[in-house]
């Protein structure tokens, strides 16, 4: 079992010619919850899906207990959930086919029931059997969002996570938060409207623009 | 590896028309040779082998576009990337699903259509035989042009990348099927197309995950 403990070490991230942001150093404990803010175009994507793995920084290191992740690869894989920018939805399944289906690919697989419990609290107990596609943009975001009542990885990344939410749905992915970061998980996420996580107080790191 | 292949499947279900358009081609395609050539058997038998392989290569080639696309588009990609098993299983379990959903059909009814030319029975077994070892290759080379191509608009510089590639197993594809036309042994072409085969499905899917790696980078 590795520790629980990100570090980012003086990461760069180039776009082409352009230096999006440089020296940018992160360490999180398990508990940890850091808010990346910035203006548009400032790089806060580009910095969680390096996180994540899915690219490369220009020079720095990630170390996820001790180890860089680019090492650890699958097994970094399965310690971290990415929700990024695209809702990972599918236009022609449901929203129950597609959260059993996300929860499936991402080797956690969960029980017809307890998809539906999700579903429920995500607010989407009428819309469970409907193509995604007939989903407004809000409800879309829910049912990927419904990942997180049911993951139990310890890392979570988490692009713009309240957009096109309501304020009882920013209020559950809230409590979401606040449940994970109790039971000792880690939280990055980006965002530019403030949000209160009941009993936290994000850490905020401001990337330049 | 498995729920990929049936999430692919269940998600080709729900686009039927898709899957059936590709059919649909390959048959069109294959029957307007007779009709503009004419009755002449000899001719017919001769050129039914190339017409048919060069029909799946194209009916493939509709299909391929579609791999990786809308996974991109709607960010299931990136989720598949993530996800904790190698990432050449993935693309394995994808070109296995769309061998199922547009090699598998073609090699089902290439043996009626090759009724129109006039082959033998025997030519139509080496044809299905060979389309058997033929089509996954077709399927796993494809994935890597659909992987580098990703992101990049138009199906036409896909087409020009891969159908290149496509040469040897149209070569011997259809050599076999003109071997045992002129009663010859098929035996050698298709021993080289499952060779080719292997080694299609051996390396595709891993160069595919680096072209996903690169193309998300």
């Not at chain 1, 995604?132 to 713009?160: H, I, N, P, T």
């Not at chain 1, 009882?168 to 996580?197: C, K, N, Y």
């Not at chain 2, 990609?77 to 993530?82: D, K, N, P, R, S």
Request: hydrophobic share 55%; aromatic share 6%.
């Amino acid at each position: 079992m590795i520790v629980c403990l990100l570090s980012l070490n003086q990461v760069q991230c180039l776009r082409g010619e352009r230096e999006l942001f440089s020296d940018v150093n992160i360490a999180l404990e398990p508990r940890g919850i850091m808010q990346i803010d910035g203006p548009n175009g400032s790089g806060k994507t580009s910095l969680l899906r390096i996180v994540a793995g899915l690219s490369a920084a220009a020079s720095g290191e990630i170390r996820w207990g001790g180890e860089l992740i680019s090492e650890l690869a699958e097994d970094f894989f399965g310690e971290l959930l990415y929700l990024g920018h695209a809702a990972a939805i599918k236009d022609e399944l449901t929203a129950q086919e597609n959260l059993l289906l996300a929860m499936e690919i991402s080797g956690e697989p969960c029980s017809i029931s307890a998809a539906n419990e999700a579903l429920a609290q995500a607010g989407l107990k009428d819309g469970l059997h409907l193509p995604a596609k007939y989903l407004s943009q809000g409800q879309r975001r829910r049912a990927a969002l419904a990942r997180l009542a049911l993951s139990k990885r310890c890392l979570w990344l988490l692009d713009e996570p309240f957009t096109a939410l309501d304020s009882i749905a920013v209020e559950w992915v809230a409590s979401l938060l606040a449940r994970h970061l109790a039971s000792d998980g880690i939280v990055l996420f980006t965002t530019h409207q403030p949000v209160a996580i009941p009993g936290h107080t994000p850490r905020r790191l401001k990337l330049p623009s | 590896m498995l729920a990929i292949v049936r999430r692919d499947l269940r998600l080709a279900m729900r686009h039927r028309a898709d899957v059936l358009g590709t059919l649909f081609f390959f048959i069109i395609v294959v029957s307007l040779f007779p009709l503009g050539i004419g009755p002449e058997k000899a001719l017919l038998r001769a050129i039914a082998p190339g017409v048919l392989w060069v029909a799946a290569l194209l009916a493939t080639m509709l299909s391929l576009n579609r791999l990786f696309a809308s996974d991109y588009a709607d960010g299931t990609l990136e989720q598949l990337i993530l996800a904790p098993q190698p990432l050449a299983l993935t693309t394995l379990a994808k070109i296995l699903a769309l061998w199922i959903t547009t090699g598998l059909p073609l090699v089902i009814l290439a043996p009626i259509l090759g009724l129109q030319f006039d082959l033998p029975a025997e030519a139509l077994w080496a044809m299905t035989l060979a389309l058997l070892l033929g089509t996954p290759i077709i399927a796993a080379l494809g994935a890597i042009g659909a992987g580098l191509t990703l992101g990049l608009r138009g199906g036409v510089l896909l087409a020009l990348l891969v159908l290149p590639l496509y040469i040897p197993v149209l070569i011997f594809g259809a050599g076999a099927v003109d071997a045992v036309i002129h009663g010859l042994n098929p035996n050698a072409q298709l021993s080289l197309l499952a060779a080719g085969l292997i080694v299609s499905i051996v390396f595709s899917p891993w160069a595919s995950a680096v072209a996903l790696r690169i193309a998300l980078d």
